[in-house]
């Protein structure tokens, strides 16, 4: 009896034992924060990526990130998203305006500009480069009276308050609370995954530029060509230099001689150096014939105004103009079919893939 009674003692240890190991009780954990990377297949006419180290996308932080883009909670009223002044079908600007109408019916000062190729920017953002970062870009038009004018605070609370927003910012940043450096990482995410590199320029590269037309093909030539000073009978157009491939974007904010006296001092407002008044960052001539109307303060409607310009209407006595003007207005002598040409030329950096990547949509 006293064995037996010893095995029923022993039994009933081995199950209080079990029976503690299953209770989950007070001190319970979490499952592991655990998110999966982002696969994005870089076309190879791009350069390596260049993903912060700090904010890898993640497959959790892109969709956050898409979500957020395309929310109209970032704003005051929620009216207004990123996405109302950033249209994919216009290569994420805004709708062939020259500058965007924020909540309270007002406009902006600058032209909207396009999303792609972001992860490459590394000079900093917005026309004027006053944000260092994407992520600081990003809750910059939510503070901003003339976009969405609300405040970060009020952004913050209706995102915490939000039980889904709650959810996801868990799942991408393991974090109890959302706050301003998590809502920007996770925007930076998505717009950092919207690639463009498959236009028919890039198509012609690998294949010697056998799918142009002649015009295109002439169009690549003036486009690549180095002018010749007072020869009328040349075809260079010098675009390169300011615009060269694969980004076709230069990492300099420059002055190309739209004023002489500024009434927008672009990056010399940032710096406070009187030598960069008048500078602008040069954007990206991919997917150019979507992004109508041209220049930070989208004065160009077309194409052949801005070729035009360029030729003759460049004002040379701009203070800090860049030297490359001087040298464009002096030796580019293009006649009408070379403009032609040339923007036979530009009209091959359109990306028809990037425009309709159902990944860059909205996802509501």
């Known amino acids: 009896m006293r064995r037996l009674r010893n095995y029923s003692l022993l039994l009933l240890l081995i199950l209080g034992v079990v029976s503690c190991k299953e209770d989950p009780g007070v001190d319970a ?4 924060y655990v998110t ?20 890898k996308p993640t497959v959790e932080g892109v969709e956050l990130g898409r979500m957020l883009f395309y929310d109209p909670i970032l704003s005051q009223d929620s009216t207004q998203s990123c996405a109302s002044c950033h249209n994919q079908e216009f290569a994420f600007t805004d709708n062939e305006l020259a500058f965007s109408v924020g909540i309270r019916g007002l406009e902006g000062n600058r032209n909207s500009m396009p999303i792609y190729n972001l992860m490459w920017h590394l000079d900093g953002f917005f026309w004027d480069g006053r944000a260092e970062l994407l992520r600081h870009q990003a809750v910059l038009p939510i503070q901003d009276e003339l976009e969405m004018d609300e405040t970060i605070g009020n952004v913050l609370a ?9 959810l996801r910012f868990k799942q991408a940043f393991n974090v109890e ?28 590269r690998t294949m010697g530029f056998n799918n142009f037309t002649d015009s295109e093909r002439r169009g690549l030539q003036i486009f690549n060509a180095e002018a010749y000073e007072n020869d009328p009978s040349n075809n ?64 160009f409607a077309t194409l052949e105004e801005v070729i035009d310009f360029y030729l003759t ?31 036979a030329f530009l009209k091959t950096l359109t990306d028809n893939d ?3 990547n159902t990944e860059y949509s909205n996802p509501f």
């Open 177 to 204: 609370e959302i706050d301003e450096e998590t809502l920007g990482k996770a925007l930076e995410q998505f717009m950092m995954i919207i690639i463009s590199g498959n236009s028919k320029f890039d198509v012609g």
């Open 236 to 299: 260079g157009g010098d675009c390169f230099h300011c615009h060269g491939a694969p980004l076709f974007m230069t990492r300099e904010y420059m002055n190309n001689g739209l004023d002489t006296l500024f009434t927008d001092k672009g990056f010399g407002a940032v710096t406070g150096d009187p030598n960069d008044d008048g500078k602008f960052k040069v954007p990206s001539l991919r997917n150019i014939v979507k992004t109508a109307p041209y220049m930070h303060d989208g004065r």
């Open 158 to 166: 209706k995102l915490n308050e939000h039980s889904n927003y709650s």
């Open 29 to 32: 954990v979490d499952p592991p």
């Open 36 to 55: 999966t990377p982002y696969e994005i297949n870089i076309p190879t006419s791009l350069p390596p990526a260049n993903f912060p180290k700090d904010n």
């Open 313 to 343: 209407g460049a004002h040379a006595n701009s203070p800090n103009i860049n030297a490359n003007m001087h040298a464009l207005q002096d030796s580019v002598f293009l006649s009408p079919q070379s403009k032609a040409d040339l923007i």
């Open 354 to 356: 990037y425009l309709n």
